[in-house]
Nanobody, 120 residues
Framework: VQLQASGGGLVQAGGSLRLSCAAS????????MGWFRQTPGKEREFVAG?????SLTYSVDSRFTISRDNAKNLGYLQMNSLKPEDTANYYC?????????????????WGQGTQVTVSS
């Protein structure tokens, strides 16, 4: 599975961004797409996850909404009311574990990350 995240950029506080994750390669009927973020010197932290059937979703912050379009092999992370502390490199990833995994080690495939910078 290959993943490519895009959509990052520079935005003012209070603004919105929608990140995309394009997936290619081995298809699965039960994978979970997750989004993580990382700032320099810190561990990668879970942001949101969604099952392939979209029956399970979880986000750590109500400002962030995760979705996916399986027909297009795309995943999305809609981020609203952005704050400077949301500044980070955002990664999409795929897991084959049950539920919505929230640990980095539970994910098998990773995209390259897309930088989000929120100015105050």
């Amino acid at each position: 599975v290959q993943l490519q995240a895009s959509g990052g950029g520079l935005v003012q506080a209070g603004g919105s961004l929608r990140l995309s994750c394009a997936a290619s390669g081995r298809a699965s009927s039960n994978d979970v797409m997750g989004w993580f973020r990382q700032t320099p010197g810190k561990e990668r932290e879970f942001v949101a996850g969604i099952s392939r059937t979209r029956s399970l979703t979880y986000s750590v912050d109500s400002r962030f909404t995760i979705s996916r379009d399986n027909a297009k092999n795309l995943g999305y992370l809609q981020m609203n009311s952005l704050k400077p502390e949301d500044t980070a490199n955002y990664y999409c990833a795929i897991s084959f574990e049950a539920g919505i995994p929230q640990q980095q080690r539970q994910y098998d495939y990773w995209g390259q990350g897309t930088q989000v910078t929120v100015s105050s």
